[in-house]
């Protein structure tokens, strides 16, 4: 009975002692599905710096003033006074049209009128005798009448006598075309002998514009060069860029900027924000952007009219601020989330933050300077080839890459993921 009683409590714990082991291994070996596994962890302590949150965009060297000048009447061209790179100042003549049947209309109109003056100007003398010598006849009294009605009716052919003078001068002075502004002419589209003007077609442009600049020609500030002769500013060389309308409304004038030419890749250019658009503009596929207008401080001499370039705009920035990588906050909503390790152990704190970065977050309650917070990367379990977790065996690996040993710390020979026996064990070292 006493050895059966004895080999029953051998039994007893030799059992109790394997579904022990067994729990153990499959808790090592399998844990709960809910926990990730936590590899390359490491952390590192708040500090103090500068962060800046800044938006990108594509952009164009443009100028601040461009004109396009063509004829606002058609007719054969007969001079082109200027060459592409001469500097031109606002009235200054460009080109001229024949204007020989302008000429002609214009005489014909001042003879028309100065005939018409001298009629009237008989008809009053008329009309003034027979109001100064007035008769009680009926024959009297019609002729003051009628004298009075030649003056008015000369008096009308007179007005629209001028009204034909003031036409056949205009006609005239259309013929004559002038610089819009100041600026230097980068481009010519017609040559003498060809067809110009509001109705030539071809490359003598149509004519129209958003406003007149002194006589004999119609221009527009456009960045085409649609005209007979385009007139830019290349003094005033600006860079234009397109926002999205979720960055735009960041961006307000004044804000400090730096301007990368595609020429130009290594020597960076310091801004400002001009002006941005109060208007949208749809570009492909329904996108809304917001032109934005920024000026260089100082402009390169190579800088070039419809170059490509980028820009990138300070919209706000913190100094001496506590910060942390991005990577080490998570983001619920509005609530933001950061693990610090507390005397070996990640603990979850609230915190709440300011200015923002791809790269870094500025914190402004929550954390103090020094605290370190946990940056960590999760996997799913992986086996190596003793169907054992990443790292070494029992006595070796952890959390740590191929020399095992915890955090990070050194140890014996186990690999990260080849579940090799592995040595005794490093320290916790981060």
Do not use: C
């Not at 009075?148 to 001068?169: C, F, G, I, P």
């Not at 109060?278 to 570009?283: E, F, H, N, Q």
């Amino acid at each position: 009975m006493r050895r059966g009683r004895r080999a029953w409590l051998i039994n007893g714990v030799l059992v109790v002692a394997l579904l022990a082991a067994g729990w153990g291994a499959y808790k090592f070996l399998w844990p709960s599905s809910n926990q990730a596994t936590p590899t390359n962890v490491r952390t590192v302590a708040v500090q103090r710096g500068t962060v800046v949150d800044t938006v990108s965009a594509a952009a164009t060297v443009q100028s601040s003033y461009t004109a396009t000048a063509d004829f606002a009447a058609s007719g054969t061209i007969t001079q082109i006074n200027v060459k592409v790179g001469d500097h031109v100042s606002k009235g200054q003549q460009l080109a001229k049209l024949d204007d020989s049947q302008a000429r002609l209309q214009l005489t014909a109109a001042k003879s028309s009128l100065t005939a018409a003056q001298d009629n009237l100007a008989t008809a009053q003398a008329n009309a003034a005798t027979a109001t100064a010598t007035p008769t009680n006849s009926p024959g009297g009294q019609n002729s003051q009448q009628n004298a009075q009605q030649s003056v008015k009716q000369l008096q009308a052919q007179v007005d629209q006598d001028k009204v034909s003078v003031n036409t056949a001068q205009q006609n005239l002075d259309n013929t004559t075309l002038v610089a819009p502004g100041d600026g230097t002419v980068t481009a010519i589209n017609g040559t003498v002998g060809q067809r110009a003007g509001s109705s030539a077609g071809g490359t003598g442009g149509s004519g129209s514009g958003s406003g007149s600049s002194g006589s004999g020609s119609s221009a527009s500030s456009s960045s085409s060069a649609s005209g007979l002769i385009v007139i830019t500013n290349l003094g005033g060389l600006q860079v234009r860029a397109n926002l999205a309308e979720i960055d735009v409304a960041k961006v307000k004038a004044g804000q400090d900027a730096t301007v990368t030419l595609n020429a130009m890749p290594d020597s960076p250019q310091p801004a400002k924000v001009a002006s941005v658009d109060l208007t949208a503009t749809s570009g492909s596929n329904n996108v809304v952007t917001y032109g934005v207008t920024l000026t260089l401080n100082q402009a390169p001499a190579s800088l070039r009219q419809g170059q490509s370039a980028s820009v990138s705009i300070t919209v706000s920035e913190a100094d001496d601020a506590l910060v942390i990588p991005s990577a080490a906050m998570q983001t619920l909503g509005a609530a933001h989330t950061v693990n610090v390790e507390v005397n070996g152990q990640s603990v979850r704190r609230n915190v709440e933050i300011g200015v923002r970065s791809e790269s870094l977050v500025q914190i402004t309650s929550g954390l103090a300077e020094g605290d370190q917070v946990v940056l960590a990367t999760t996997t799913p379990p992986a086996t190596g080839q003793n169907g054992q977790r990443a790292g070494g065996g029992l006595g070796g690996g952890g959390f740590g890459g191929g020399g095992g040993g915890g955090f990070g710390g050194g140890g014996g020979g186990g690999g990260a993921r080849t579940g090799g026996a592995g040595g005794t064990g490093g320290g916790t070292g981060r």
